[in-house]
């Protein structure tokens, strides 16, 4: 949600023109919408792109630990014999 906000404010930034008339004391600011719409439309590639980076990743890293690891057969006996009786205290 941290990240929402800024990137929707970057795509705004993205989107408008500022025209500042220092004479008559005024600020101008103008929206495109083709442009606040080709920079949603770029944003979604490159966070798609982003996200199939970290998952290539994640395989491989996957990978590899198989590799290093391998199978691992782990026994456990849980098993406890008391030769004292205790009072539950």
């Not at 906000?5 to 600020?27: F, H, K, T």
Request: overall charge negative.
């Amino acid at each position: 949600m941290r990240v929402i906000i800024p990137i929707a404010l970057l795509l705004l930034l993205a989107a408008c023109d500022v025209d500042n008339d220092a004479a008559n004391e005024q600020v101008t600011v103008t929206y495109d919408r083709e442009r606040i719409k080709e920079s949603a439309e770029e944003a979604g590639r490159t966070a798609k792109d982003v996200a199939s980076g970290v998952a290539n990743v994640a395989e491989k890293t996957g990978d590899a630990i198989e590799e290093e690891v391998g199978d691992v057969d782990v026994d456990v006996d849980v098993r406890r014999e008391r030769t004292e009786q205790t009072s539950g205290e």
